[in-house]
């Protein structure tokens, strides 16, 4: 068992180590990225917050540009309906009411 011996103790001391280490820098890790972090978090929530407000202008000034349209094309409706309304309707005078009954064709 002397192979295993030397392989066993080799893998336990780098892991006692690498626990070791991990312990003593991991306090000052976290709060070295928690200086770090709390500003870059806060200039991505403002960055967001941009966006959300541009996207939000964006999308309000093409709801106006939608209804600037559909209020030009009802308009256009409209006087569409009303010049044909003051035009002479087509085939109003090409026999479009019968004729009145003769009296004594019997």
Known sequence: ???HDGLF????????????GTAFVAPVAVSALSG??????????KSGLVFYDK????????????????????AELEEDRL??????????GEGGAEPPPEEGGQ
């Open 55 to 74: 996207g939000r202008e964006t999308l309000a000034e093409m709801g106006e540009v939608v209804d600037d349209l559909v209020a030009e094309a009802r």
């Open 9 to 20: 103790n080799a893998s336990m001391t780098k892991g006692l180590v690498i626990g070791l």
């Open 83 to 92: 010049r044909r309304g003051s035009e002479p309707e087509e085939g109003a």
């Open 36 to 45: 770090l972090g709390r500003p870059m978090a806060r200039a991505a929530l």
């Open 1 to 3: 068992m002397a192979p």
